[in-house]
């Protein structure tokens, strides 16, 4: 669900960027249901940042280990 939202939120995103839809857009609904709409773009936006955040830290945190994993076979071969 959240999935499909997220798509549909990125497709109406993309209308807006082209000239003139965002007005077509903004005048076709009303104006309590374009506030929300724009309340909860803005919304995703920050948590699809907060998760890429989450992720690039995991990332980070795994290669420090291998980084470190093989900095410790490279000296213990030298040591042999």
Do not use: H, W
């Not at 990125?10 to 807006?16: A, F, I, R, T």
């Not at 690039?56 to 030298?78: E, H, T």
């Amino acid at each position: 669900m959240v999935s499909v939202l997220l798509l549909a939120m990125d497709v109406l995103g993309k209308l807006c960027t082209l000239e003139g839809n965002d007005e077509v857009i903004e005048t076709g609904l009303e104006p309590e249901a374009y506030q929300s709409l724009i309340q909860v773009l803005i919304v995703s936006d920050v948590q699809v940042i907060y998760e890429l955040r989450k992720i690039k830290i995991s990332v980070n945190q795994r290669l420090d280990v291998s980084f470190s994993r093989l900095r410790s076979f490279m000296l213990m071969s030298k040591l042999l």
